[in-house]
């Protein structure tokens, strides 16, 4: 069953009276709040001065019980997220006009600045525009999550979508064991790179790719969304949640080696490497890896710089500037396998430097 048709027409104040029941974090959507101040100032302008805006789209899930409907709404968004979180922030007064707009029906009316409150109880007619505005969105009703999914990306296709965000609304296994490795702590509170456009999503299927092939492979966009469609196609998912566990056991070990947000995690570039490395490393040796990373970094920014003041130097370490190299294009297989070599070189060297236990 699938269909989308058009919700009678209802008010912004009704849709914002019924918040409570529209899921806005279905596991296909985009990470919220990725519009700028301006972006939502300038939908509630298009809406104040009356002019279209674009269809959202919303699961209606009040025909009858279907398993899609895991938390047990009334709605949960497709397409419009950013909008309805604008229009919601505008109400709620966490939003005010910005300081440019003009209303056109009445140009002499000085709003800029002025939040729903504001215009509520100074400009009450201006305030039941916005009130009153008529949504226009459109009613899907299905229980085939793979419709929704393919809806979700065919509506946004034109739209500037980050390859993990595509493959989140992907069919099949592995998006939904991506969105549980994404998920973890180390994720949430240890890397200091940055998630909102599914950065996170993304590192949680390299990892995935690499446990579940049991060896370091290219993790490019277009590997890692044939890898995510040959898992919908093929039957292994057994072998498939195997790899996910594994990953998710790597992580749990990895929040105990790293800071919150640290500086080690920076970048998502080096982060599967770096997973790699702990991955492959005897948990005796856990309490070392930290302090052997911060050092390896130092030595690597001293190298960079006798490179730059005499690129001919004796001093300079080779190894340091070949990882340097494969630093640059982090998605290559020899990439990966060249700096994951040298730091299991180093660090091999620091194990057997290190003084012996009494």
């Not at 500037?321 to 640059?328: H, S």
């Given at each position: 069953?699938f269909?989308?048709?058009?919700f009678?027409p ?8 019924q918040r409570?029941?529209?899921d806005?974090e279905p ?8 519009w700028?101040t301006?972006?939502?100032a300038?939908?509630v302008?298009s809406?104040?001065?009356?002019y279209?805006?674009?269809k959202i ?15 047990g ?12 979180e ?7 007064g ?6 440019q707009?003009v ?5 002499t009316?000085?709003l800029a ?7 509520a109880k100074?400009?009450?007619d201006v305030?039941d525009?916005?009130d009153n505005?008529?949504?226009s969105v ?5 229980d085939?999550?793979?419709k929704i ?11 500037p979508l980050?390859g993990?965000?595509?493959r989140?609304a ?5 998006p939904q064991i991506i ?18 456009r599914?950065q ?11 446990e ?5 492979r290219?993790?490019k ?5 044939e890898?995510?469609k ?13 790899a996910?566990r594994?990953?998710?056991?790597v992580?749990?070990?990895?929040t105990?080696i ?11 570039g ?5 997973y790699w490395f702990?991955r492959?490393t005897?948990?005796?040796h ?6 052997f990373?911060?050092?390896f ?10 490179i730059a003041?005499?690129p001919?130097?004796?001093?300079i ?8 190299k494969?630093?640059?294009s982090t ?5 990966h396998?060249v ?18 236990p009494p």
């Amino acid at each position: 069953m699938f269909k989308v048709s058009q919700f009678e027409p209802k008010t912004l104040r009704w849709w914002i009276s019924q918040r409570a029941k529209i899921d806005m974090e279905p596991p296909y959507q985009r990470h919220g709040r990725l519009w700028s101040t301006t972006d939502k100032a300038f939908l509630v302008d298009s809406v104040l001065n009356e002019y279209d805006v674009p269809k959202i789209y919303i699961a209606d899930f009040t025909y009858g019980n279907t398993k899609l409907n895991k938390k047990g709404l009334s709605y949960a968004i497709i397409d419009g997220k950013q909008r309805l979180e604008a229009l919601f922030d505008f109400f709620d007064g966490n939003l005010v006009l910005d300081e440019q707009f003009v209303f056109q029906q009445n140009p002499t009316l000085k709003l800029a600045g002025l939040g729903h409150a504001d215009l509520a109880k100074n400009h009450p007619d201006v305030a039941d525009i916005f009130d009153n505005y008529a949504l226009s969105v459109m009613r899907v009703v299905t229980d085939d999550e793979s419709k929704i999914n393919e809806l979700f990306v065919r509506l946004n296709r034109s739209k500037p979508l980050t390859g993990a965000e595509i493959r989140n609304a992907m069919s099949g296994p592995a998006p939904q064991i991506i969105r549980h490795i994404a998920a973890r702590e180390l994720f949430t509170s240890n890397v200091k790179f940055p998630v909102s456009r599914a950065q996170d999503k993304n590192a949680a299927a390299k990892l995935l790719l690499f446990e579940f092939h049991g060896d370091l492979r290219e993790t490019k966009k277009r590997n890692l969304d044939e890898f995510v469609k040959e898992m919908s196609k093929k039957k292994q998912n057994a072998q498939l949640e195997v790899a996910g566990r594994r990953v998710v056991d790597v992580l749990d070990e990895m929040t105990e080696i790293f800071l919150p947000k640290d500086a080690l995690l920076a970048s998502a570039g080096v982060f599967p490497v770096y997973y790699w490395f702990v991955r492959n490393t005897d948990e005796k040796h856990y309490h070392r890896i930290r302090k052997f990373l911060v050092e390896f970094e130092e030595a690597r920014r001293e190298n960079r710089h006798l490179i730059a003041k005499d690129p001919n130097s004796a001093s300079i370490d080779r190894k340091l500037a070949q990882y340097d190299k494969f630093n640059r294009s982090t998605d290559d297989t020899q990439s990966h396998r060249v700096r994951y070599d040298l730091l299991k070189e180093r660090f091999g060297e620091v194990l057997k430097a290190a003084p012996s236990p009494p």
